[in-house]
C-alpha cells in the first residue's frame, strides 16, 4: 500500500522572515535616500533663487547698460535718423527694456527678466517695409550660479555669456537691416 503525506506550513520560516525583513529595509533606505536627495533639490533651488534675487537686478542694470551704450555708440557712428535706435522705455523696476527703430526697416527689441523663474526673454520684431507682417525672433536667457556664488547668464546655445554678447545678440538685427 502506497500513503502520501501532505504537510502545510503556516507563517514564515526563520531565513523567509530574514530575507523579508532584508528587502524591507533596502526598498525603506531607497526611500529615505529618495526624500533626503529631493529635500536637497529643494533647497538648493530656494538658496539658487535667493542668490539671483540678490545678484540679478545688477547683473540686468548692467547688460541694460551694454545695450544702452552700444545703441548709443551705433547712433554716433550712423547719425541718420532713418538708422537711429530709439531707448524707449526702461521699466521702473529695472527688469525690462525696449528698443525701437520706426523707419523701415523697422525692428523693436523687448528684453524681460523673470527672477523667479531665473531667465529673461528677448523678444525682436523686424519689418522689412511698410505693410509688412512683423517677423519674431525669440532669445532666451537664463541665469544660474558658478561655484563661487556668483550669478551669470547662460543663452539658448548653453554656453555662458558675457553682457557684451547678450548686447550683441539683441542689437544685431538692428545694426544689419537697411545697411
Same mark, same amino acid.
Given at each position: 500500500?502506497?500513503?502520501?503525506?501532505?504537510?502545510?506550513?503556516?507563517?514564515?520560516?526563520?531565513?523567509?522572515?530574514?530575507?523579508?525583513?532584508?528587502?524591507?529595509?533596502?526598498?525603506?533606505?531607497?526611500?529615505?535616500?529618495?526624500?533626503?536627495?529631493?529635500?536637497?533639490?529643494?533647497?538648493?533651488?530656494?538658496?539658487?533663487?535667493?542668490?539671483?534675487?540678490?545678484?540679478?537686478?545688477?547683473?540686468?542694470?548692467?547688460?541694460?547698460?551694454?545695450?544702452?551704450?552700444?545703441?548709443?555708440?551705433?547712433?554716433?557712428?550712423?547719425?541718420?535718423?532713418?538708422?537711429?535706435?530709439?531707448?524707449? /522705455?526702461?521699466?521702473?523696476?529695472?527688469? %525690462?527694456?525696449?528698443? @525701437?527703430?520706426?523707419?523701415? !526697416?523697422?525692428? &523693436? $527689441?523687448?528684453?524681460?527678466?523673470?527672477?523667479?523663474?531665473?531667465?529673461?526673454?528677448?523678444?525682436?520684431?523686424?519689418?522689412?517695409?511698410?505693410?509688412?507682417?512683423?517677423?519674431?525672433?525669440?532669445?532666451?536667457?537664463?541665469?544660474?550660479?558658478?561655484?563661487?556664488?556668483?550669478?551669470?547668464?547662460?543663452?539658448? /546655445?548653453?554656453?555662458?555669456?558675457?553682457? %557684451?554678447?547678450?548686447? @550683441?545678440?539683441?542689437?544685431? !538685427?538692428?545694426? &544689419? $537691416?537697411?545697411?
Amino acid at each position: 500500500m502506497l500513503s502520501i503525506k501532505f504537510g502545510v506550513s503556516v507563517g514564515l520560516s526563520g531565513r523567509s522572515a530574514i530575507m523579508a525583513a532584508d528587502w524591507f529595509d533596502r526598498l525603506a533606505e531607497r526611500a529615505e535616500a529618495s526624500m533626503a536627495q529631493q529635500a536637497q533639490e529643494q533647497d538648493h533651488g530656494k538658496l539658487r533663487i535667493q542668490q539671483i534675487r540678490a545678484q540679478g537686478p545688477q547683473l540686468l542694470e548692467n547688460i541694460f547698460a551694454d545695450i544702452e551704450g552700444n545703441a548709443q555708440r551705433f547712433n554716433a557712428r550712423f547719425p541718420s535718423e532713418s538708422r537711429k535706435i530709439a531707448l524707449i /522705455s526702461k521699466d521702473p523696476n529695472g527688469s %525690462a527694456i525696449t528698443c @525701437e527703430r520706426t523707419h523701415y !526697416p523697422a525692428v &523693436t $527689441l523687448r528684453l524681460e527678466a523673470n527672477l523667479q523663474a531665473a531667465s529673461f526673454i528677448g523678444k525682436i520684431a523686424t519689418r522689412p517695409h511698410s505693410g509688412s507682417i512683423p517677423r519674431e525672433k525669440t532669445l532666451r536667457f537664463r541665469f544660474e550660479i558658478d561655484k563661487d556664488g556668483d550669478v551669470y547668464v547662460v543663452g539658448d /546655445s548653453g554656453g555662458r555669456m558675457t553682457n %557684451a554678447q547678450i548686447a @550683441e545678440a539683441c542689437l544685431t !538685427p538692428f545694426f &544689419t $537691416l537697411g545697411s
